[in-house]
């Protein structure tokens, strides 16, 4: 159990356009997801909590604007990086956890296997 | 600011033997600890967590051992495998964050034959 995918594995973009990555909990549904991104050799940076059915909460540093999340439904979350430029290329991770009912009693996340995003 | 630190990004290990990758915390909020495993362009994979009302916990060849006082945790591996090679994560989260996880850099565990 608690397996997230992520779709697509690997993207690549030219300059100035938008990319939409999925990710989505396949045999559980997640009241929140979470998005990360690595760069190499880095640790694990969080960039946003993402809560179904509201708006997402941003870190500090991370454009809200250019990295949209959507958490439409309890099992698919979105991020569209927009206007991409070569520095947003980077590995984007998505995880989400595991609720109890109404509570979230486990901090244990599940990660989906990354997006690779390169962008020329 | 590095809450979660794992000041040794490398650590190499003789098949059989135990392997030890440690952790050190800044916030003493933080009341639940995971170890996650990560192959490159992988996700990370759960390997085992710790509550902070307990000092250890085991599953199988891993165990999590927990000091609260000195702010530190450790995992334990034995008997390591080559299979054990990738880069370890330790993490942790507070009740009052609500599921946010604070990352270590990582260590990268290799196992020789």
């Known amino acids: 159990g608690a397996v997230v995918s992520q779709h697509p594995s690997w993207v690549i973009c030219k300059s100035g356009t938008s990319v939409k990555i999925e990710c989505r909990s396949l045999?559980?549904?997640?009241?929140?997801m979470f998005w990360y991104r690595q760069f190499p050799k880095q640790s694990l940076m969080l960039m946003a909590t993402?809560?179904?059915?509201?708006?997402?909460?941003?870190e500090q540093g991370v454009e809200k604007d250019k990295f949209l999340i959507n958490h439409a439904s309890l099992t698919l979350s979105t991020l569209t990086v927009t206007s991409a430029h070569p520095e947003d290329s980077s590995f984007y991770i998505c995880s989400a956890s595991i609720p109890l009912g109404a509570v979230l009693i486990t901090d244990t996340q599940y990660f989906g296997p990354g997006t690779r995003l390169t962008v020329l | 600011d590095q809450q979660v630190k794992q000041n040794s990004p490398s650590l190499s290990v003789q098949e059989g033997r135990i392997s030890i990758l440690n952790c050190d915390y800044t916030?003493?909020?933080?009341?639940?600890f995971l170890w996650y495993k990560k192959y490159p362009a992988e996700g990370p994979t759960f390997l085992i967590s710790?509550?902070?009302?307990?000092d250890k916990n085991e599953d199988g060849r891993f165990t999590v051992f927990l000091n609260k006082s000195a702010k530190h945790l450790s995992l334990h591996i034995v008997p390591s495998q080559p299979g054990d090679s990738a880069v370890y994560f330790c993490?942790?989260?507070?009740?009052?964050?609500?599921?946010?996880?604070?990352f270590g850099r990582g260590t990268q565990l290799t196992v020789w034959p």
């Open positions: 916030n003493s909020m933080f009341d639940y």
């Open positions: 993402s809560n179904e059915g509201s708006k997402a909460t941003y």
């Open positions: 710790i509550s902070s009302i307990k």
């Open positions: 993490a942790a989260s507070a009740s009052s964050t609500l599921g946010r996880l604070y």
């Open positions: 045999d559980f549904q997640a009241t929140t």
